[in-house]
């Protein structure tokens, strides 16, 4: 089993940029896909942006072309670049192995994660 822990979270205003870290611990790292996920207050946790074992990348329809995840097998590590941040991109952020693999139907992730860590604070306001 993968055991998150996020990193990277703060207090940004509108336009800005932050990149968030987790390390996932686990002998399997390398071979699962790897999805970052975020939940904003009163809302459903959504799907933000995956990365397949072999580096495809996948985005939700509201990040893409603003976020970039990528990762670092040796080092255990999957990142999420963010640029171009908006008020609505405020949220806790969380990283987890997706439930299935890594998929983009209808401009959203398919997959939800299969288990969280304690996750990280991202508020973008001015």
């Known amino acids: 089993q993968v055991h998150p822990v996020e990193s990277g979270g703060g207090l940004v205003q509108p336009g800005g940029s932050l990149t968030l870290s987790c390390v996932a611990s686990g002998s399997i790292f390398s071979i699962d896909g790897m999805g970052w996920y975020r939940q904003a207050p009163g809302k459903e946790r959504e799907g933000v942006a995956c990365i397949s074992s072999i580096g495809n990348t996948y985005y939700a329809g509201v990040v893409k072309g603003r976020f970039t995840i990528s990762r670092d097998n040796a080092k255990n590590t999957v990142y999420l670049q963010m640029n171009s941040l908006k008020l609505e991109d405020t949220a806790v952020y969380y990283c987890?192995?997706?439930?299935?693999?890594?998929?983009?139907?209808?401009?959203?992730?398919?997959?939800?994660?299969?288990?969280w860590g304690q996750g990280t604070q991202v508020t973008v306001s001015s």
């Open positions: 987890a192995p997706p439930l299935g693999p890594c998929m983009v139907e209808n401009d959203n992730l398919v997959n939800d994660g299969a288990y």
